[in-house]
């Protein structure tokens, strides 16, 4: 939530409508036009039976259990206190538009891939100038004392790792009592995709603004290119192996420096805490190292991509990741490329995560890999190509019976200010100001399609051949046809000569 928001009086108010201006009682920049202090609207439909508890978790009716007034901001303006502008626009006035091109992470130049990585570390190192993360659940947010909350700065960069992490966390049942797992707020669900682009969003949003440059873009890896070298992992880009220890970052790369957050889930769990700031061990990463499964030691097929583009539905029931024919349970990796599910397949990806071994393969933890950046890249790349090739209408997209969190309606888990998955299924272009540069595979042919064009071109070369033949022959004859006469001719001609030359000889003698 908003720093500004995390006063004991505030969080009792239920009310995060920070000033734009100097004025306390101007919520939301009403003086200047921008929004004003509104009610938040939740999601009251069903979801799915997979959860069964009622007012157990923080994250149910999200962002209720802490606030239920937010800023709603008018036209172009966005933001906790309407001070920022919709993705796509920018100025002060926030009416002049612009696009962020994310392109293929090894197409920059060196000089580009410098900037990337120094812009990344610069993100892992800068305080979130306006989030703050709680490090309680909400029963113990308070105190110690009447003036204090359980809230901790953190970086630009480990919020984006708290909040996959807090969307993924089990639900806390009591001390001594074994935790709920059968929960994911940004997996295993409908959601995975609106909730990974938003997650995206924010973080080049929030690098945009640290680098001053509204065009800043996040590249993407496209890791469909099957067998088993990680291609980006050099050190100017997210690192090499280090030859001192094969699971971890080479010393010449930053990110060998980067300590993970996170990292104790076991005792989270247990004690009914919540991971804060506080950074620990190293990233790991063993790409195609997992010899117990040898399955994750290649990266995904170029044509598992186009595969998945074919298929027409969205998400299908029950929206969990045992769906069948769900182009989202596809790309997410529960099923076979082409939909079919399968509960030992791991595909696209789940199989690129996995491939990787180490940090970037565990849930709770993975954004700790920068890989993970690029990853979601490439996969957003995916949904964006998939929402335009079928002109997706949001009627795609399941009202209820989702797993919690998964609805339509559901205000993503812990975003703030609150913002629905409804909002992150449309085109990226036209509505979130960033397109995607890339060269999709070209389709591989189908046996029916194979055997349909080995006959027919055996057809076209049988009759090529036979023409052929029938021209050879033909012209035999013609030329026969032709010769024929001039011999004849010829023939005539020294016939009679030679008897005159004979008789010639003849009268001498
Ligand atoms: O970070 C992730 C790691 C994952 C591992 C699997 C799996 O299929 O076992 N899925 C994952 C998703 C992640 O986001």
Redesign the pocket.
């Known amino acids: 939530f908003p720093r500004q928001c995390m006063t004991p009086e505030i969080l009792k108010s239920r009310a995060c409508c920070p000033s734009l201006t100097q004025e306390i009682s101007d919520p939301c920049g009403f003086s200047l036009g921008r929004g004003q202090c509104m009610p938040v609207t939740i999601d009251s439909r069903p979801h799915g039976s997979q959860y069964p508890y009622v007012g157990r978790d923080d994250r149910e009716r999200w962002p209720t259990r802490f606030f239920s007034w937010t800023c709603l901001c008018t036209g172009n303006f966005s933001g906790y206190n309407c001070g920022a502008c919709k993705p796509g626009w920018t100025g002060g006035n926030c009416d002049q538009p612009v696009l962020a091109v994310r392109r293929n992470v090894l197409d920059l130049s060196a000089a580009e891939r410098l900037r990337f990585i120094s812009a990344l570390n610069m993100a892992k190192r800068t305080v979130h100038p306006v989030y703050v993360i709680a490090t309680r659940r909400y029963e113990e947010i308070m105190g110690p004392g009447d003036n204090t909350t359980q809230f901790e700065n953190i970086s630009i960069y480990n919020y984006f790792v708290w909040t996959h992490y807090y969307s993924v966390s089990k639900t806390f049942l009591g001390a001594g009592q074994k935790s709920f797992e059968a929960i994911d707020f940004s997996?295993e669900g409908p959601a995975f995709l609106t909730w990974h682009r938003y997650h995206l969003l924010q973080l080049e949003r929030d690098m945009q603004e640290m680098l001053r440059d509204p065009s800043f873009a996040l590249p993407y890896w496209n890791f469909a290119i099957g067998g088993s070298k990680c291609d980006i992992c050099s050190d100017d880009l997210m690192g090499a192996r280090s030859n001192f220890d094969s699971t971890l970052i080479s010393p010449n790369s930053v990110f060998s420096q980067w300590q993970i957050v996170c990292e104790h889930i076991d005792d989270y769990d247990t004690l009914g805490t919540i991971c804060n700031s506080t950074e620990g061990g190293p990233i790991r990463r063993n790409p195609a190292g997992n010899v117990a499964r040898p399955m994750v030691q290649r990266l995904p097929e170029p044509q598992d991509v186009l595969l998945c583009l074919e298929l027409d539905l969205f998400d299908t029931p029950p929206f969990y990741s045992n769906s069948s024919e769900s182009f989202r349970n596809s790309v997410e990796?529960y099923s076979e490329p082409s939909g079919k599910y399968n509960p030992i397949v791991?595909s696209l990806h789940?199989l690129a995560?996995?491939f990787l071994n180490g940090t970037?393969?565990?849930?709770q933890l993975?954004p700790n890999d920068p890989i993970f950046v690029l990853l979601h890249s490439f996969t957003d790349a995916v949904f964006d190509e998939w929402l335009r090739k079928h002109s997706a209408d949001i009627s795609l997209y399941p009202l209820e019976n989702a797993p919690i969190g998964h609805n339509r309606q559901y205000n993503m888990v812990p975003f703030w200010p609150p913002v629905t998955n409804n909002e992150m299924f449309v085109a990226a272009p036209e509505n979130l100001g960033y397109m995607y540069e890339v060269q999709w595979p070209k389709r591989a042919l189908n046996i029916t399609e194979v055997i349909t064009i080995t006959i027919v071109t055996a057809l076209i070369l049988i009759a090529l051949v036979f023409a052929f033949a029938t021209c050879v022959i033909q012209g035999r004859r013609n030329k026969d046809e032709w010769n024929q006469p001039l011999l004849d001719d010829q023939y005539i001609h020294y016939s009679e000569e030679y008897e005159k030359i004979q008789n010639a000889t003849h009268s001498v003698v």
């Open positions: 997996h990796g791991r789940n995560h996995l970037g393969g565990q849930t993975s």
